[in-house]
Structures are given as structure tokens and as C-alpha cells.
């Protein structure tokens, strides 16, 4: 059974820092990996889909990369901001069909 | 114009009702879910219809029942709610394998 887990559950950083964050799954056959976005009492935001024949995506400040082989996925946020505090999560799709879910990371970027 | 709509945004219910939440997407997506976030912010899939076809049916107790009336609607239905079922439930879509967008959130609490 697929599981999905995402480190460290919380980060603190300064403003303008770059981060990175870990997302790690069991089972390899995956169709894609999603990361998305969740502010406090909101939903989810899509960020970035990979793949699964792809290595990384790019959007603005978010780069996510993708290793199938050994289960791995980072997101790395460059020169973060404040407005980038929220719960990064991440999730694998195995067949297309739904999405398996990480407890997340949740980020604080401090001014 | 909101991509997937859901509501009630917010229900307050005694143990015992019974309570149908509505999810409506206008993006033309085939595959509707439903997802449910617990107290601890882990998020679960419940439910996946494909062309108004149930494709998935996690381990949820019957007393959820989800209803596909046509490809832009999946609403949730819940019978004898109890304590536990306070969550928070999110409708989303999809065409199948591609990036999964996410309503604002149902927040349901049982008293």
C-alpha cells in the first residue's frame, strides 16, 4: 500500500530564505506527483504536477524535482516570502485514478 | 468564475441527522472525488467517479453515500451522523491523471 510522507511536519525560516522541502513515497509506480498549497481554513491549490517520465517542473520561485527510483521529491522555494507561509502537501497518483495524500509541511516565513 | 463549488461552505448538525453536501465543477473534468481532512489536517480519499461511475470506494462506512447525477456534480450524502465524522470534506476533478483542482471545503461538525 502506497504511503506518503513528507519531512520535516514543520519549518521556520526568515524571509528570503531558500527552503527545501522533502516528500518520500513506498511504491515507485506512480503515474504523477502533485504538489499543492493550503492556506488556513481554505483549500487546496495545485503548485506543480510532475510526471512520471519527468525529473523536475518549474513555476516562478518552485522548482519540484522527481527521483521514481527511489521514491523521493523535493520542492524547493527560492528567496521565500511571507506570503509563502501555508501547508505544502504532497501527493502521488498511482493509476491515474486519485490522489495519496503526505500530512504535509507546514512553513513560516518570517519578515 | 469558481472552477468546483461546494456547499454548504459550513454545517453545524446534531447526532442522528442525516445531511447531503453538493459539489458542482464547470471545468468539463470526467472524474469527480470526494476527500475528507481530519482534525490532525491528513487528507483521505473517499469516494472517485469517472463519467458518473463509482472507480473508487475507500474503506468509508456505508452510511456515506455519494450520488453522481451527471459528470459536473458528485454530491455526498450522510446518514446518522456521528462525532466522528466532524472533518472537513473537499469535493475536487479532474480529466483523468492530470492536475486535480480542489473545492474551498465543506467543514462539517457533529454536536
Known amino acids: 500500500k502506497q504511503e506518503v510522507t513528507q519531512i520535516p511536519a514543520a519549518l521556520s525560516v526568515p524571509e528570503g530564505e531558500n527552503l527545501v522541502l522533502n516528500c518520500s513515497f513506498t511504491?515507485?509506480?506512480?503515474?504523477?506527483l502533485q504538489w499543492f498549497r493550503q492556506d488556513p481554513g481554505k483549500g487546496l491549490t495545485s503548485l506543480l504536477l510532475?510526471?512520471?517520465?519527468?525529473r523536475e517542473q518549474t513555476s516562478g520561485r518552485l522548482n519540484a524535482s522527481l527521483d521514481k527510483s527511489s521514491g523521493r521529491s523535493t520542492l524547493y522555494i527560492a528567496a521565500s516570502q511571507p506570503g509563502d507561509s501555508a501547508t505544502y502537501l504532497c501527493?502521488?497518483?498511482?493509476?491515474?485514478?486519485?490522489?495519496?495524500f503526505g500530512k504535509g509541511t507546514t512553513l513560516s516565513v518570517s519578515s | 468564475d469558481t472552477a468546483v463549488s461546494q456547499t454548504p461552505k459550513y454545517l453545524v448538525t446534531q447526532m442522528g441527522n442525516d445531511k447531503s453536501i453538493k459539489c458542482e465543477q464547470n471545468?468539463?473534468?470526467?472524474?469527480m472525488y470526494w476527500y475528507k481532512q481530519d482534525s490532525k489536517k491528513f487528507l483521505k480519499i473517499m469516494f472517485s467517479?469517472?463519467?458518473?461511475?463509482?472507480?473508487i470506494n475507500e474503506t468509508v462506512p456505508n452510511r456515506f453515500s455519494p450520488k453522481s447525477p451527471d459528470k459536473a456534480h458528485l454530491n455526498l450524502h450522510i446518514n446518522s451522523l456521528e462525532l466522528g465524522d466532524s472533518a472537513v470534506y473537499f469535493c475536487?476533478?479532474?480529466?483523468?491523471?492530470?492536475?486535480?483542482?480542489f473545492g474551498e471545503g465543506s467543514w462539517l461538525t457533529v454536536v
Open positions: 475536487a476533478s479532474s480529466r483523468g491523471g492530470e492536475t486535480i483542482y
Open positions: 471545468l468539463g473534468h470526467d472524474t
Open positions: 511504491d515507485s509506480a506512480i503515474y504523477n
Open positions: 501527493a502521488v497518483d498511482q493509476a491515474g485514478t486519485a490522489l495519496i
Open positions: 467517479y469517472n463519467n458518473k461511475e463509482l472507480i
Open positions: 510532475i510526471q512520471s517520465s519527468q
